[in-house]
């Protein structure tokens, strides 16, 4: 099954947050093989060496952990990918129909166009814009909760 996550739930799964007992549970029951765009390694990397300037992980946890992350897409856990061709006019063409009635960011477009382009039968977010933007064009979507981080 074509499955697609936003980076959050990513972010989630290998540094610890408010939501990562609930994607945990999810990923552990369901053992998805998500997609992985450019666009996820660069919000990841930022997201990674942010955690370094607010002094919650070291510069070596960082690196450990940007390893992890990069096994397991070798091994085949998660699903490396190109960023879909059409993704970009698809986000602008979500957020002028969306972004009126919905406080989307370019990230919540791109995540859901890329999700549209690549086909995915499923979409996961735990961001509530997100999950409004993927449920507005009729995505099925799975939510491990939301919380503020």
């Known amino acids: ?12 799964l290998y540094l610890p947050n408010r939501r990562s007992l609930q994607v945990q549970k999810l990923v552990a029951e369901f053992r998805p093989r998500f997609w992985v765009t450019p666009l996820h390694r660069a919000e990841w990397s930022h997201a990674v060496f ?17 390893a992890h992350f990069d096994r397991d897409r070798e091994f085949g856990r998660w699903r490396d990918t190109q960023l879909p061709d059409g993704a970009i006019e698809r986000s602008m063409a979500l957020a002028k129909e969306h972004g009126s009635r919905i406080k ?21 977010t735990a961001t509530p ?13 799975v939510t491990p909760g939301y919380a503020d981080d």
């Open 1 to 12: 099954m074509s499955l697609y996550a936003d980076t959050g739930i990513f972010i989630a």
């Open 50 to 66: 942010q955690k370094i300037s607010e002094k919650r992980v070291s510069s070596s946890e960082a690196r450990q952990i940007m």
């Open 104 to 124: 989307i960011s370019s990230s919540d477009t791109l995540h859901v166009a890329s999700a549209l382009e690549l086909k995915a039968m499923q979409f996961w």
């Open 129 to 141: 814009s997100t999950a409004a933007l993927a449920t507005a064009v009729k995505m099925v979507v």
